[in-house]
């Protein structure tokens, strides 16, 4: 036994429900801000400033895009206090809408419906605007004052309400749909009584606990409660829509906890995380890292739980409040979201990434009037701002509640690359942390290695690269005589990827390990690496 080539080390991506000894060579144990895509395991997403300063001076819980067309990039920010604000090339204007403003933590939801933007803060009326508006936001017309809903989603002509509160009587059962509405406009009522209007409402008696949120799939709109999810189809009058049961087992975890992607959804249940095409559910996480998402969600908090997609990396994060004490903001100090397990869906793999108290997401551009006056200056991979001339490219907009022990204000990122990024915006530095990955108690017995012998790791040689040449990145060589040992960690050795080749060991063991570190700041990719290995022992 000499040397052991190891190629596409981001083929398996992370793996923590199974005994690491189980595991091929390519899988990873642990790992944190690290991206495992076509082969390559390389630094994730960064976040970038929305602008440079612009920080929010109240609490946010939503945050939205509001835009008519491609490209204007109309962010407009909800606060637990009911007030709203819209960021439009550089220029921050108050949005809410008129009457009394009710001040909670509980997430809104947005839709748009025919041109038309709604927004739905809980507890309070439904407010919209035309799509590509400057102006504030308007209450909706035909709605009771004294009615409110958890969820407003569109679906077909309709907007449906779920989780309905009327006239103080709390129905968590109900769905609720308005009249038809016609292109530019509002729907003009939500009467039920009158015969020539198609708003209708109905009770699913058979569900437990209340209703969680509601996404189209296809032609059918798919309502999801804390266990159970059901269909809705489209049917024409005199009922308009008909029910059933879809899955009585899963359901959702909080609001804005599932995405629509090529025909499926993808849902943060609240034992599982699965995709599903309307008939049959797959999970994507039992086997992989469901227990370690489930180990570390606190579930008094389940409620900040949201999910986003970024099409462009083909990932898909499930964003959750962790109590692990290895966060880079740790959950006593935050308000939302301060991890994410985020799943590609184009490459079958797994990582885990933290997060700076997210609340919300939304996909949206960036006017280029607001990147060319807030960052003139620009080095971003040897890039020019001729290079992005005519391009507007769409990126994740994450809305951060801030961390008040280190005094970090609330504010929204962009995530982006660090290098090749689409955006010219600030990174911020702040919540730039550390990426790591490690695999552990490798007995190497898949390459023709006994369990009883001892192991040397002289040298490793990675296939790694960087844009940088003075990006400089750790490895460790760890061992352990038995799997009830914990792994004793050698030396670890820094090197330069521009100049250096190996890093050389004696690291003696029946098990070995492996941990890659890229510190704060820099950006490298790694494809393979090779191991020396010798066999010096049986006893």
């Not at 803060?121 to 004052?145: C, D, F, H, N």
Request: charged letters at 20%; a negative charge; hydrophobic letters at 35%.
């Amino acid at each position: 036994m000499t040397n052991i080539p190891i190629r596409g080390v981001g083929d398996v991506g992370l793996v923590t429900d199974l005994e690491p000894q189980d595991l091929p060579l390519k899988a990873w144990t642990n790992c944190r801000n690290v991206r495992f895509s076509d082969g390559i395991l390389s630094r994730f997403s960064i976040f970038k400033q929305i602008k440079a300063g612009y920080t929010y001076a109240k609490t946010p819980s939503g945050v939205y895009d509001s835009s008519s067309e491609y490209g204007e990039g109309r962010i407009v920010t909800v606060f637990t206090d009911g007030s709203i604000e819209e960021l439009f090339n550089g220029t921050v204007t108050d949005v809410t809408n008129t009457g009394t403003l009710i001040t909670t933590s509980l997430k809104p939801t947005d839709c748009f419906l025919g041109g038309v933007h709604y927004i739905n803060k809980p507890l309070s009326t439904p407010v919209y605007r035309q799509s590509g508006s400057s102006g504030a936001y308007v209450e909706i017309p035909g709605w009771s004052a004294d009615d409110t809903c958890s969820s407003l989603r569109s679906f077909k002509d309709f907007l449906i309400a779920l989780n309905v509160t009327k006239s103080g009587t709390h129905y968590p059962g109900m769905v609720k749909w308005s009249d038809a509405t016609q292109a530019g406009a509002p729907p003009s009522n939500w009467d039920t009584v009158n015969t020539a209007s198609l708003a209708g409402e109905n009770v699913i008696n058979s569900l437990k606990g209340g209703l969680i949120d509601g996404l189209p799939l296809g032609d059918s709109f798919i309502v999801y409660g804390e266990q159970q999810a059901y269909r809705m189809d489209y049917i024409n009058t005199p009922f308009i829509f008909s029910t059933e049961t879809l899955f009585s087992d899963v359901g959702m975890i909080a609001k804005n906890c599932a995405v629509g992607v090529n025909g499926k959804h993808y849902v943060f249940g609240s034992n599982d995380i699965y995709v599903h095409d309307g008939m049959q559910k797959q999970s994507i996480a039992n086997g992989r890292v469901i227990k370690q998402v489930f180990g570390e969600i606190d579930f008094g908090k389940r409620n900040r739980c949201i999910v986003l997609h970024d099409d462009y990396h083909h990932e898909i994060y499930f964003c959750y409040p962790s109590v692990d004490d290895g966060a880079a903001w740790p959950l006593a100090q935050v308000d939302g979201c301060n991890r994410a397990a985020v799943f590609n869906y184009k490459f079958n793999t797994w990582t885990v990434i933290d997060l700076p108290s997210i609340v919300s997401s939304v996909n949206t551009t960036i006017s280029s009037t607001m990147s060319w006056d807030t960052s003139p200056n620009w080095d971003n991979g040897g890039q020019t701002w001729a290079s992005l001339e005519g391009q507007k490219p769409r990126n994740i907009l994450v809305c951060g509640t801030g961390n008040s022990t280190l005094g970090k204000a609330a504010q929204s990122y962009f995530m982006d690359d660090i290098y090749n990024g689409r955006l010219g915006n600030p990174v911020d530095y702040d919540v730039f942390w550390d990426a790591y990955a490690e695999t552990v108690y490798k007995d190497l017995d898949d390459i023709g290695a006994e369990l009883i012998g001892r192991k040397m790791i002289r040298r490793i040689v990675p296939q790694i690269k960087t844009p940088d040449p003075t990006t400089t990145i750790t490895f460790t060589v760890g061992q352990a005589e038995t799997l009830s040992q914990d792994i004793l960690w050698g030396r670890g050795l820094t090197m330069t990827p521009w100049t250096d080749l190996k890093y050389d060991t004696r690291i003696t063991g029946r098990y070995i390990a492996l941990r890659m570190n890229i510190p704060s700041g820099s950006y490298a990719e790694m494809s393979g690496y090779d191991a020396d290995v010798v066999a010096i022992s049986r006893r």
